[in-house]
């Protein structure tokens, strides 16, 4: 595993770094992480400038680093990059989950406040779609059960609200996954528990992997 990634996730995205603890191979744990660092490289695109052509910039950045990857040619000396084509290479991922994760993050770049219907969409293609991709990666034969729950974290980070209304499907959804695909989804249980503290936060998800609940 590439442990400068591994802390940067650990930094920057601690629940679903938690989550891929659970996940006993390392070097699967590894692809998992490649699809989070991905989703954060997209996701600092829209906020890293004021300017939506620079953001613009920045996606296609991302979006020739995929061209590189799937046409096998030589792929650019980033980190995040190099890691994503070693997952994309090991899992057989299919180019189109990632570039809706990438095609999601233009609607960031649009000033203009999303509606809900919008906000629901974002949710499904940005946290919906990347737990959709790892739980492929940890071998589930649906790997579609994940994308609710992948969504209901993303939905809780910016509409809790809304996100409310879909935590039963979500929860149906998710017990369908088999043990070893579970922490695709338990960050999800982040967005359902009123655990305050750190260790009460880490006791949840240690209980939602235990039973694969939400």
């Known amino acids: ?23 006993a191979d390392p070097a699967t744990r590894a692809d998992v992480i490649a699809i989070y660092a ?20 920045r996606l296609a950045w991302w979006r020739e680093a995929l061209d590189e990857i799937f046409e096998a040619r030589a792929v650019r000396a980033h980190p995040t990059a190099q890691a994503l084509a ?41 946290g919906g779609a990347v737990s959709h991709v790892c739980a492929m990666i940890l071998g589930a034969p649906d790997p579609t ?12 980070k910016v509409d809790p609200q809304l996100a409310a209304g879909r935590r039963i499907s979500a929860g149906l959804a998710a017990r369908g996954l088999p043990a070893g695909a579970f922490p695709a989804v338990a960050h999800a249980v982040f967005a359902t528990s009123r655990a305050r503290s750190e260790v009460a936060r880490r006791a949840r998800l240690i209980w939602a992997v235990a039973i694969g609940r939400l």
């Not at 059960?145 to 809780?156: E, H």
């Open 145 to 156: 059960l994940a994308k609710a729950a992948g969504a209901l974290w993303a939905l809780s």
């Open 38 to 57: 991905f989703d954060h490289e997209l996701a600092r695109a829209p906020r890293v400038t004021s300017q939506s052509m620079l953001g613009e910039i």
């Open 86 to 126: 070693r997952a994309v290479a090991r899992h057989s991922l299919p180019r189109e989950s990632l570039e809706m994760m990438l095609d999601a993050r233009y609607r960031e770049l649009d000033p203009a406040p999303m509606i809900d219907a919008e906000r629901a969409v974002w949710a499904d293609e940005t």
């Open 1 to 23: 595993m590439d442990d400068d990634l591994d802390a940067l996730i650990r930094r920057v995205d601690p629940d679903r770094w938690l989550s891929s603890r659970f996940v």
